[in-house]
């Protein structure tokens, strides 16, 4: 199954949505989250985006939802650093982040691939709440 | 006139402290505009530079530069982390294996960190950033080589072409970074990543003044 890397800034926003996404898909998937700078900042931090990815790769690849600003470029960064095995299995969504992990989290609980997760993460961008 | 090793590592040393000594300086300017953690972010990153340093010193300049923006990367938090990172990374690259810069390895160090930079920002010159500072000094230091002036007046001039690109963000309205939140609302504050990419120009650029006196 694909796996899901939260990204944030904060290391609460990224417990808090872990906390949120493992419950709506009950521990089927693996869920892996990076929030603030390794000294307690808030901030990215490139080095424990890539052991998320590894943790999260079970073969079918994994999705990575950011925050904003440097989380996109840390995430990228992380990209850049993985290993050849790893090349065209990770992606990026251009989601927002917690509609987005939520979307994401439960369609690759039902097993679909990488491209059909990205999707369904990147249209929670048109959700209509009210 | 060549640059050697020990040269590339006095000047990081000397960007460390000119960013310890700014590191006040460069929150405020972002407190304005942005999250003001751009002193503070670059301070713990280049602490950490020299921290690591004595693990990389004494291999040749590519692999220091290299080294240096992986400890950036991993340390600063914010994104002048990725955006410096990727800066002397690429710097690394293209002088990879080398013990001694030349004008010319000078020149294609800065044009590849600089278009490390715009690739990695998505970003250009007028955005409000720290390429306000970069482009014009690279287009300055490149000019004044190709016109046979040495190395220290060159980069001198550069340092001064940074400088009025730093005043010259305050005129404009920020398009990349926490910044452009802000939109037209930041035109009349100065861009601190513009700000701290001259304050290393011009470290550089005293390093040089000071070799040959």
């Known amino acids: 199954m694909v796996g899901i890397v939260i990204v944030s800034h904060s290391k609460k926003v990224a417990d808090g949505l872990y906390e949120l996404a493992d419950q709506m898909t009950g521990g089927k998937i693996r869920i892996g989250r990076s929030g ?35 989380s996109v470029m840390s995430a ?29 989290s439960v369609e690759a609980s039902i097993g679909s691939d990488i491209l059909k997760v990205k999707e369904v993460a990147e249209a929670a961008k048109n959700l209509v709440k009210i | 006139m060549l640059l050697t090793k020990s040269d590339v590592v006095n000047i990081l040393d000397d960007i460390v402290k000119i960013v310890e000594d700014n590191r006040q300086y460069l929150t405020e300017l972002d407190a304005a505009i942005g999250d003001a953690d751009h002193g503070i972010n670059l301070d713990r ?113 550069a340092a001064n072409d940074a400088y009025n690109g730093v005043l010259m963000t305050k005129d404009i309205a920020a398009k990349k970074g926490r910044a452009s939140y802000l939109g037209e609302r930041s035109i009349g504050h100065q861009d601190p990543g513009a700000t701290s990419a001259y304050l290393m120009i011009k470290t550089v650029a005293d390093y040089v003044d000071k070799l040959q006196q």
């Open chain 1, 36 to 70: 603030g700078t390794k000294d307690g900042r808030l901030g990215t931090n490139v080095d424990e985006i890539v052991e998320e990815i590894k943790k999260c790769e079970s073969g079918d690849g994994v999705l990575i939802l950011v925050d904003l600003g440097s």
């Open chain 2, 45 to 157: 990153g280049f602490k950490a530079v020299r921290d690591k340093m004595p693990q990389f010193s004494d291999k040749d300049i590519g692999a220091i530069l290299k080294n240096v923006g992986m400890v950036l990367v991993s340390t600063v938090g914010g994104a002048s982390g990725p955006l410096y990172g990727t800066f002397f990374m690429r710097m690394g690259n293209v002088v990879s294996g080398k013990n001694t810069l030349d004008e010319n390895d000078i020149i294609a160090m800065f044009e590849a960190g600089l278009s490390g930079i715009k690739e990695r920002g998505k970003a250009q010159a007028g955005d409000k950033t720290m390429i306000d500072a970069m482009e014009p000094a690279l287009n300055e230091l490149k000019r004044a080589l190709s016109e046979g002036r040495g190395l220290k007046e060159a980069i001198e001039a």
């Open chain 1, 76 to 104: 990228q960064m992380a990209l850049e650093f993985l290993d050849e095995e790893y090349a065209g299995k990770v992606e990026i969504a251009d989601a927002p982040l917690v509609e987005g992990t939520i979307a994401a």
